[in-house]
């Protein structure tokens, strides 16, 4: 077969057509192999290794992580000061976390491997987890109790773990009232607030209401005084005890339990030790709230957040994307007018994504938010209750970018729905609405998931209309709770896609934000594939019901 006979067989275009559909799974296995590798391993304990440095004329001890190794010039070593001897073009240098961030001002430290001495790991270093400050590494000293030492040496490790879990107790029920009781305390008391103002504002404030709600507001006080000092108690308790670190340069620090997140001994673990530990803080990450600017603890709120935000742009997106695409394609009459409006929907697609964010500035949140603050929530003003950012605004913005979507997707399904199907129904009596909805709309329901599939693993990933209509970096509460109407849809809410951008170009300590930024950019990916499989699962038994419509 010449070379021409074979370009008209069209085999090139099938070997190109494969070519390209391996490249796109190479490409997509291996950003979740990048992402796997490098955010998954986060989560092991890795060992503290003890060392010398070499500066100068001095020796210095460093103990820290062995995070990573590169080979560069010895050239370019000589002129950031390390004296290195050698006639080597190019040596190896180690990125080792020092932790200990409030005694030394950095995490990380590159260090020329020749500059290093023997690596030893003592089974006695502790790595202590902190709610603030990272990290602290050192050799276990002593535990105290009320500055009195009560451990020390070899009894001083089970003294410390039993101390420890001590204090997360009680750390625990500090949250618990923090954030649940008085919480709920503080709420109750603002609608108090609101409840009066809004009498005030109708004229209905008399001196009887104003009497009861002055008495419902000093028993709230008085919960809240007890509360106050059920909670100085615990704080008093929770900061009884101390661990004595030894740390890199020598001096004895201590270091209060009621700040300390966790602490193991990393070089003394068995395997099985740190497979229970990997799980455990892959647990957490999952369900904890972040701490240290995000770069630390868990991402549960960016989890619950998206996941809301989603499920609401869905309930908005699915009915009209497909009552819009039903109007183009079962009722209005075909011509210049409807073509121009497709154009449209199809141009609207490639908009930048950031143009339907100042939209959804422009016209939800100040314009429509504003609004209903004005006619629904005057007790509330100043302080604006649906005008100001929020999900209901940010699921409204990514409907609206994933309207095109749907639509296509929907009418595509509605033109395959052969003619012979209508006419049949029709002819057996039933109105055009009846052959809608029960003879049309089912046999595209497949293409109808196809469009909301696509809407869902767009919006999911979205982060720069997010940034200005209802994202934040930290939010002080979840959208969904326990206080009517539950679902909160004026609140601000956290994202992956924005949690990513933050940590990744935000975070003040780069290195530790790395390992996050991975994890949770494999988790997103995740989570999309898990929505989409869904979603592709209901297709597909949706087009096998009706598939022996099709030949119709």
Known sequence: MSMKDWFKSGSPWIWLTAGAVALCVLAVAGVLWISAARGLTHFWP?????????????????IGELRDTEEVAVRRLREAGFQIDTQAAFVDRVLIKLGNRDLTGQDFRWYPRPLLGELSYPQDILTVERHE????????????????IVAEGATAWPALVERVQRAQRLFAEIYRIEKFDIGDINYRIE????????????GELTDALKADLERQREALQAQFTTLQERLQRLRDDIGRDTVVLEVADGSDIEIKLALVADVYRPNAMSVAEK?????????????????????????FPAIFGTMTMVLVMSVFVTPFGIMAAIYMREYARQGPL???????VNNLAGVPSIVYGVFGLGFFVYLLGGN???????EALPAPTFGTPGLLW??????????PVVIVATEEGLARVPRSVREGSLALGATKAETLLRTVLPMASPAMMTGLILAVARAAGEVAPLMLVGVVKLAPALPIDGYPPFIHLDRKFMHLGFHIYDVGFQSPNVEAARPVVYATALLLVV???VLNLTAIYLRNRLREKYRGLEGV
Not at 49 to 56: K, M, P, Q, S, V
């Open 46 to 62: 890795r060992a503290v290794a003890e060392t010398t440095f070499r500066d100068g004329e001095r020796q210095v001890r460093v």
């Open 133 to 148: 400050w990272g990290n602290a590494y050192g050799h276990l000293k002593a535990v105290k109790e009320a500055e009195q």
């Open 191 to 202: 609608q108090l607030r609101l409840r009066q103002r809004k009498a005030e504002l109708r």
């Open 275 to 299: 497979i229970g530990h990997y799980f455990r803080k892959a647990w957490e990450f999952l369900r904890d709230d972040p701490r240290e600017a995000n770069t630390e603890g868990g991402i």
């Open 338 to 344: 409807i073509r121009i409006i497709r154009i449209s």
């Open 372 to 378: 209903i603050d004005r006619l629904f929530y005057p």
């Open 394 to 403: 940010a699921s409204l913005t990514l409907a609206i970018l994933t309207l």
């Open 527 to 529: 989570l999309i594939m």
